[in-house]
C-alpha cells in the first residue's frame, strides 16, 4: 500500500536549511495498524503530510496504491485524498464556522453524498466517539479534547482505505484516549490500513508495529 | 493566594443550558505546586479559564490575592492578568504573523520592557525550552511540541506570581514532558505558584497537590 525509499525533505527558513528526512525508507502493507514514535521536533508530522499528500518532498520515491505520488497537480492530489485517506490533524483543523456534526460530515460532502445520509452518517461517528448531545456546538464551544474527537469522526466517516492519525490523543484523558484506540482497532479489522503518530508507549503498544524516527531517520521497527 | 466558593458557571448553546461548573470550591494558597485532572470535558479548562480572568462565571466569589474578581471591565482584567499571571493555553495561541523570539517576548512588550531586554530574556527561555535555534521560526515552521514549548516560555518569561498551564505536555514526548515539568519545579522553588492541568498521572505525580475535578466539581483532593 505504501512504498517510500530515499525520501528526503528540507525546509528553508531565512537563509538556513533544515534537512529534515534524510534518506527515509518505509513500506507499509495494506490493512496494517502501524504507530510511529519519535521526541519532539524528530520529523513525524512532515512524514505523515508526505504519505497524506499533504505537503511535497525533494527527492526519493513514494509509491501509494502502486501509484508514484510525485509533482502531483493540487486536483489529482485532492482527488486522491478524498477517494484514499482519512487525517486526523495534529492541530485538529475544524472549520470555525460550522458545527460538530457538519464539520464530521465535510468529507462526504466533498464524496457527493446527499445532506441527509451524510448528516445521519455524522451523527452515527459523533456517537461513537461519545459527542452526539454535542453535535450543534461549534468548534469554540467544545473542550480541547471534544474537538479532538470531532477530528476523528471526521476522518472515519467516510470509511477511506488509509486513516493518518497525527497525536490523537494528545488531548485526552487515558479512559478517553483508550476507547478512542479501541475505535480505530474496530475499523482496522475491517482491513482499512491505520498509521498512528503517538508519544504515548501505551497507545503504541496496541498497534502491531511500531516505528522508531529520530533526527529524520528510521531507527527502530517492530 | 486563590480562594473559591459556590463557583458556578453554564453555557447556553442553542436553547440548552450546559451547567458545567456545580458549587465548586477550592483554596490554593501562595507557593503552591498544583495539578487538577478529570475526564475530557469535565470542566478543567473552564475552571482555569476563570482563574486566569479569562472568562466570567455566573455566581459564587472569586478572590485572586485578596481581590474579588466579579464583573471587572476588562482593562481591570487585563491589568491584572499582566501584573499577575503567565498562561500556556491548551491550544497554545501564538500569534501567527510574529516569530518565536517575539512571541515569548510579548508579555514583556505589554509590561513595556524595551526591546533590547525583551528579546533577551525571550531568548533565554527559549534556551531553557531547548528551542534557541528555532528562534527565528515562524508558529507554522515549527512542530506541534516546538509550538507548546513557545507557549510554555511565553507564559515564564514575565517571571509572574501564577503560572497556570492548560496540558502543557499534550503534545510533548516523555523525554521532553519530563524536562519541561522539572522547569516548572524549578520555578515553583522561587516561590511562583504554579498551576498545571493534565490528564497525565506520571506528570500530576510530580506535582504536590492533586485535585480531581468530575462533572464540574471536585471529587478528590489529595
Ligand atoms: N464556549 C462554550 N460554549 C458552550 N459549551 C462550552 C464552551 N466551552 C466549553 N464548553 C463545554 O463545557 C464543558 C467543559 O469544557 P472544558 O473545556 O472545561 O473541559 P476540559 O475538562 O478542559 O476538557 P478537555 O480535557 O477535553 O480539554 C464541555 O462539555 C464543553 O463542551
Ligand atoms: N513549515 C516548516 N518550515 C520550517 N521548518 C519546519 C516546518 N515544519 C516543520 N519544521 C521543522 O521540521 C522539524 C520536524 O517537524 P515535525 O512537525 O515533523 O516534527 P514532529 O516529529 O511532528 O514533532 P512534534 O512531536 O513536536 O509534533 C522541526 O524541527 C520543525 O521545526
Ligand atoms: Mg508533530
Ligand atoms: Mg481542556
Do not use: C
Amino acid at each position: 500500500m505504501i512504498r517510500i525509499q530515499n525520501l528526503n525533505k528540507s525546509y528553508v527558513v531565512g537563509n538556513t536549511e533544515m534537512h529534515v528526512l534524510k534518506n527515509l525508507e518505509v513500506h507499509i502493507q495494506a490493512g496494517e495498524l502501524v504507530s510511529i514514535m519519535g521526541s519532539s521536533g524528530s520529523g513525524k508530522s512532515t512524514l505523515l503530510n508526505i504519505i497524506g499528500i499533504l505537503d511535497s518532498y525533494d527527492a526519493g520515491e513514494y509509491y501509494l496504491d502502486n501509484v508514484l505520488i510525485k509533482n502531483l497537480n493540487e486536483s489529482k492530489a485532492a482527488r486522491l485524498r478524498n477517494q484514499l485517506i482519512g487525517f486526523v490533524f495534529q492541530s485538529f483543523n475544524l472549520i470555525s464556522f460550522k458545527n460538530a456534526m457538519e464539520n464530521v460530515a465535510l468529507p462526504l460532502y466533498y464524496q457527493k453524498v446527499s445532506r441527509k445520509e451524510r448528516n445521519k452518517r455524522a451523527l452515527a461517528y459523533l456517537d461513537k466517539l461519545g459527542l452526539l448531545e454535542w453535535a450543534e456546538h461549534m468548534p469554540n464551544e467544545l473542550s480541547g479534547g471534544q474537538q479532538q474527537r470531532v477530528a476523528i469522526a471526521r476522518a472515519m466517516v467516510s470509511e477511506p482505505k488509509i486513516i493518518l492519525a497525527d497525536e490523537p490523543t494528545g488531548a485526552l484523558d487515558s479512559k478517553t484516549s483508550h476507547d478512542v484506540i479501541s475505535l480505530f482497532r474496530e475499523i482496522h479489522q475491517t482491513g482499512i490500513t491505520v498509521i498512528i503518530v503517538t508519544h504515548e508507549s501505551d497507545i503504541a503498544e496496541r498497534t502491531k508495529r511500531v516505528i522508531q524516527i529520530r533526527d529524520g531517520a528510521i531507527i527502530a521497527d517492530v
